[in-house]
């Protein structure tokens, strides 16, 4: 789906950083932003713009399989998948 405007997810995901978030296994993680790297705060991962624009041509998401080629494919997941970032594009 790379007709998502990558810039309008992306300042959805800075504006929700600090918010908590839940993986598809039900694990709470929250996450900070800093220029384009996301830093998950429950594991020594991060992942860039450029990721989530990678992402994006699999939204919408079942489960992790079509991200595992991916950094953080479950922390992908959980940001792409979450209504607050998604809304109504996928």
């Known amino acids: 789906m790379s007709s998502v405007n990558i810039d309008l997810v992306w300042k959805r995901i800075c504006d929700n950083a600090g918010n908590e978030f ?11 932003v800093s220029q384009n790297t996301v830093y998950l705060n ?24 079509p991200v595992q080629h991916l ?3 479950s ?14 594009l996928w």
């Open 22 to 32: 839940k993986q598809i296994r039900g694990k709470i993680f929250t996450y900070s």
């Open 75 to 88: 922390y992908l997941y959980a940001i792409l998948m979450d209504d607050r970032i998604r809304e109504s």
């Open 71 to 73: 950094q953080a494919p």
């Open 42 to 65: 429950s594991t020594n991962r991060s992942f860039t713009k450029n990721t989530i624009k990678r992402a994006l041509e699999f939204v919408p998401l079942t489960n992790t399989l």
